[in-house]
């Protein structure tokens, strides 16, 4: 027998965040929930990804636990263990080392292969339109009420709930902040609806970084013994650092080389924000580096250049029955490695609120407004951490400044400061805060 549903639900975006909402809706047998996916199918770009032990959790609890795991790095056992080793390596003099202990693993994965388990199991009961890039959305009046949704290929959908998903350039962000602004500037607030509109177009972090992914066979025979085979490492330099890690069994090496303008932080980047590169584009730059960063650069066979670009904190995630998820709500810097984490996170909480049987299409906005309430400050201090990760990382920090010598007592002091500007990644968990959020959500339904 068909159950009849309580909500219909449009999520723009087929990404991490926009899938993982997805899933989550898929518990509810009253709700329907669609994917709409800009692209002709699903080419997700990128290299690694990993996940804390919080948003991991949320895939135990989505039931994709075994079918992760077959794609995921080797993973060692819950406890404490070295997640990354931090080495200064802008010198060919003897290098100071720290070892970033956390409690729990990060988990690795191949961005691509994680986001094809999610699909397989999303399409068991939900359908993903591909070719769907959204112009923009309109409230319909009575009776019917409904978000009318308009494609760029002119074609319509509609629905109760409207969720962006849809990454840093979200059309949804756009639409959204756009109707708010004008309506703030018809009341008088000019200089209000002015602040919304800036946070419509992202702004430039001042980052760069070149992204490859680097067969781990090729590594091992020109460096039988480097510690990126095995170890996630960060090679940490004034105003750069690299990363790389081990992913896929062992068979691939993420590396990513990030080179640091913090004075030209939100500004104008000029140029392609993703473009191919060459090594030539980093040789020079790491010229000086240690033997160890040399010989991951020599292997690479194809590199990509992306100019990282972030979200201005904005004042709300939500209007009526419009949210917004992930990078469409707060794309921040990879410093903490917690951008698809806290995607995830945001469409965990969401659609277990929504899935609530106290929301209904005349209730969800209350049910949305719980949702900013909780996750958007959670959100925009981890973009925060983030950021200043990125400083440490670079010795750009003041106190970082402190750090920019060899002696092993510095590097120590660095470490301790990025494990305490970190450590919410895996000593918190986001159980308090779903539990919270459905509280709220029983006590005001019960109103």
């Known amino acids: 027998m068909q159950v009849e549903k309580r909500l219909r639900v449009a999520i723009c975006g087929a990404g991490i965040g926009g899938l993982t909402c997805a899933l989550g809706l898929s518990r509810y047998p009253d709700i329907e929930a669609t994917v709409y996916e800009s692209s002709a199918s699903l080419t997700e770009i990128g290299a690694g990804i990993g996940l804390w032990p919080r948003p991991w959790k949320v ?40 070892r970033l202990v956390t409690e729990g693993p990060l988990k690795t994965f191949h961005r691509a292969a994680f986001q094809q388990v999610l699909v397989q199991k999303f399409v068991k009961t939900g359908e993903i339109q591909y070719s769907k890039r959204l112009k923009g959305y309109r409230y319909l009046e009575a ?40 309506l703030l500037a018809s009341n008088g607030h000019s200089s209000e609806a002015n602040e919304l509109l800036g946070c419509i177009r992202p702004s430039w972090s001042g980052q760069i970084v070149y992204r490859a992914v680097i067969p781990a066979e090729a590594l091992r025979k020109r460096s039988p013994h480097h510690e990126s085979i095995r170890q996630a490492t960060m090679y940490l330099g004034k105003d750069s650092f690299i990363i790389a890690y081990p992913m896929a069994q ?40 240690r033997q160890e960063v040399q010989d991951l650069i020599d292997c690479i066979d194809a590199l990509s250049k992306w100019a990282i670009h972030y979200v201005r904190p904005l004042s709300s995630y939500v209007t009526s029955r419009v949210a917004l998820l992930g990078d469409a709500a707060h794309a921040m810097t990879p410093h903490q490695g917690s951008g698809a984490g806290q995607a995830i996170e ?30 958007r400050p959670f959100s925009q201090d981890v973009a925060r951490r983030s950021r200043l ?4 990382l670079t010795f750009a920090g003041l106190e970082a400044e402190r750090c920019h010598d060899d002696e092993e007592l510095e590097i120590t002091k660095l470490g301790e400061m990025i494990a305490r500007n970190w450590e919410w990644a895996w000593v918190s968990s986001l159980d308090d805060a779903v539990d919270h959020a459905l509280t709220t959500l029983s006590e005001t339904g019960r109103k």
């Open 59 to 98: 895939m135990r609890q989505l039931g994709l636990e075994q079918e992760l795991l077959k794609v995921a790095q080797r993973i060692p056992p819950d406890g404490p263990v070295a997640t990354f080793e931090l080495r200064r390596s802008d010198t060919r003099q003897n290098q100071s080392t720290y």
């Open 143 to 182: 009776p019917s009420r409904k978000i009318e949704l308009v494609f760029e290929d002119g074609s319509l959908a509609f629905c109760d709930i409207l969720i962006g998903a849809d990454g840093v350039r979200s059309a949804v962000r756009t639409t959204m902040l756009t109707a708010e602004a004008r």
């Open 250 to 289: 062992n068979t691939l090496i993420n590396f990513g080389a990030f080179v640091m303008r913090h004075d030209l932080e939100d500004t104008e980047y000029a140029g392609p924000w993703v473009e191919k590169a060459t090594k030539d584009d980093i040789s020079a730059h790491f010229a000086a580096w």
């Open 346 to 375: 945001d469409a965990f909480l969401l659609s277990s609120l929504l899935g609530s049987s106290y929301t209904t299409r005349a209730t969800a906005s209350e049910a949305l407004r719980i949702y900013d309430n909780i996750r």
């Open 389 to 392: 990760n990125g400083r440490y």
